[in-house]
């Protein structure tokens, strides 16, 4: 497997990016909604947000690596049995899950920021706040934060399914080429 | 006789206290000589201070007759303020002041009695999170008179505490946060 995406299969960039965000995006979803309901005297009260807001500001910037290695990589062309509704249906859900995401981080983002604190990545440095003191700031961006969430939760198993669909029920490759496993079709496909 | 000249001086003084009658003051939320602030106890260690930035109100006083003063003062719960973004958030949230259900609090005087030459317990209902519940402010007259501006202002000060739990405020904050303190400034232009 080459870094690049051929038209084949997805690189190893594309792979590791796929599956670390796929990590990212269900471990910040799993973290947020416990934290937000932990008691006042909980040991993690404080250490859980800290770790939500790292992690999050990682996945925006991992967000823009994928988006910039998208765009300057091909994108492998579509399987000989994946019918025009699974491709159409399928570059949605992709869409979607870029596009929300990216709403959702920056919603998080203006949760935070919203009284001009900035957000601490690991202790590391501090993002600064850019955008503060809207109507409402915090308020709004943690509801669009929530309800995104909710959103590419349900958007994410619906591309799970239709992965597995195609892994066990039409026994392609669409998983395997993002799986990294050698491909059933062999090269010439 | 007597009786009906006694009636009649009696009368005629109650009109003379009613041409005397305490006079009107708006808080001066506009030139932010008003503030209500709170004080909750940070674990038993420190504090943590906030305010409400928006509210309005008036009260009526007479220094001759401070008993028959009278307060009103509501409150916009969304502009509370503790200088943290995500703090504030979650005041507003159903874990504490829930304010898209109650975007108001209301305070009204129901009697003050005076307990020294300038301080007072004023006496009056308190609207909190849809609980109404009376209270009693310690209340201090801290002075009145013409401003620089040709206007005529008093001002006072007041504390009282509540305890979260009055207020059906659930979320717990340790034993030692269990109540707040209300700290109230307010200075009124007599209309």
């Given at each position: 497997m080459s870094l690049r995406n051929t038209a084949q299969r997805y690189g190893l960039i594309s792979v590791v990016l796929h599956w670390l965000m796929a990590l990212g995006v269900i471990g910040l979803f799993s973290l947020g909604l416990w934290m937000t309901d932990l008691g006042y005297y909980s040991p993690y009260y404080t250490s859980a947000p800290f770790w939500h807001k790292s992690i999050g500001l990682v996945l925006a910037v991992l967000l823009v690596l994928r988006l910039v290695w998208r765009l300057a990589n091909p994108k492998p062309d579509p399987l000989a049995g994946h019918r025009g509704w699974e491709i159409s249906l399928s570059a949605l859900v992709h869409l979607l899950l870029y596009l929300l995401l990216g709403i959702i981080v920056l919603s998080g983002y203006l949760i935070s920021t919203a009284k001009g604190q900035g957000i601490s990545l690991f202790g590391w440095l501090e993002v600064p706040a850019l955008v503060t003191n809207l109507p409402d700031q915090a308020d709004r961006a943690g509801a669009v934060h929530y309800w995104l969430a909710v959103s590419v939760i349900g958007l994410a198993a619906l591309h799970a399914l239709g992965a597995l669909k195609h892994h066990?029920?039409?026994?392609?490759?669409t998983l395997r080429r993002m799986l990294g496993m050698r491909l059933k079709q062999g090269k010439e496909s | 006789m007597k009786k009906t000249f006694a009636g009649l001086a009696l009368g005629s003084l109650m009109a003379l206290s009613g041409a005397l009658q305490a006079a009107d003051y708006v808080i001066d939320k506009e030139g932010q000589h008003a503030s209500i602030n709170f004080k909750i106890s940070h674990l038993g260690y420190s504090f943590v201070y906030g305010r409400f930035n928006d509210f309005s109100g008036n009260f009526s006083w007479d220094a001759d007759k401070p008993e028959s003063s009278a307060v009103n003062v509501s409150i916009n719960?969304?502009?509370?303020?503790?200088?943290?973004a995500e703090r504030d958030k979650h005041l507003r949230s159903d874990d504490f002041l829930n304010v898209a259900e109650h975007p108001t609090a209301t305070f009204e005087s129901t009697g003050v009695e005076m307990t020294g030459d300038d301080t007072a317990n004023v006496t009056g209902n308190l609207t909190l999170n849809g609980v109404t519940k009376p209270v009693v402010l310690d209340a201090k007259f801290i002075g009145e008179g013409d401003d620089p501006w040709g206007g005529y202002r008093a001002g006072f000060s007041g504390t009282t505490t509540l305890t979260l739990k009055d207020f059906d405020?659930?979320?717990?904050?340790?034993p030692a946060a269990q109540d707040v303190e209300l700290i109230i400034t307010v200075e009124g232009v007599r209309q």
């Open positions: 066990l029920l039409d026994r392609d490759d | 719960t969304d502009s509370v303020d503790s200088n943290h405020i659930s979320r717990d904050l340790g």
